[in-house]
């Protein structure tokens, strides 16, 4: 059965400062993706990672996957308020539909 | 633009009541899903379907049943809600074939469910 590990499961950081939160994972897939939920809204996409080292970037954040490892990064470069939001990796199952199975989550939380 | 819509953004229940949701996408997806979510518990898949008629069980599938009669709509139905379905309820579309560019899941904006 397939797990998602995340953490930290919540991340109080300054604006400027740097951070990185991981994703781990408990059996082989070929694809890790990362969403961003703000509160109240639903899921939007941030990045797709298909193979292992594969590196996307948008702006302050930055995605890792090592499938060796069974690990992604989601690194935040000198934090802003409006990146505030809880962050979810979701791990594809592989087999059959796409079935994903998401981490618990990470609550960040910006301060000016 | 991609587009999941879900029927209602909240909706307040009694125990017992039939209760429906809806979720339409425009994008000609083949897979679609239904999720909860709850607080520390991230997302957990109740049903997907991969075909119009189809449907498999999730992770989470007790006290739910769904309906896909069209392509583009999937429902979720709790025969007789209880208070511990009380959550936020997120549909979800895909493209079956793994090969294409965007092959991700597509979220509709939620509908918060409160079983009273």
């Known amino acids: 059965e397939l797990k998602v590990e995340q953490n930290p499961l919540f991340l109080s950081m300054q604006e400027g400062k740097n951070y990185t939160i991981y994703c781990n994972y408990s059996?082989?897939?070929?694809?890790l993706y990362w969403y961003r939920q703000d509160p109240g809204k639903s899921l939007e996409s941030l990045f797709v990672?298909?193979?292992?080292?594969a590196v996307k970037q948008e702006g302050r954040l930055m995605a890792s996957l090592d499938t060796k490892a069974r690990l992604s990064t989601l690194h935040i470069t000198a934090a802003v308020h409006d990146l505030s939001a809880t962050y979810f990796c979701a791990v594809d199952e592989v087999q059959g539909a796409q079935k994903l199975v998401f981490g618990q989550g990470t609550r960040l939380t910006i301060n000016p | 633009d991609v587009k999941v819509t879900q029927s209602s953004r909240y909706l307040v229940k009694r125990t017992g009541e039939k209760v429906f949701l809806e979720c339409v996408q425009d994008m000609d997806h083949e897979n679609m899903f239904w999720y909860r979510q709850d607080p520390g518990l991230g997302l957990r898949l109740i049903y997907f379907s991969y075909d119009v008629k189809m449907k498999e069980k999730g992770d989470i599938p007790e006290g739910y049943s769904v309906s896909r009669e069209k392509k583009e709509r999937f429902s979720l139905i709790l025969e007789s809600a209880s208070t511990n379905q009380t959550s936020m309820y997120l549909c979800a579309s895909s493209p079956l074939d793994r090969a294409v560019t965007r092959y991700e899941q597509y979220f509709g904006p939620g509908t918060r469910l409160t079983v009273t």
């Open positions: 059996t082989t897939s070929d694809r």
């Open positions: 990672l298909l193979s292992n080292g």
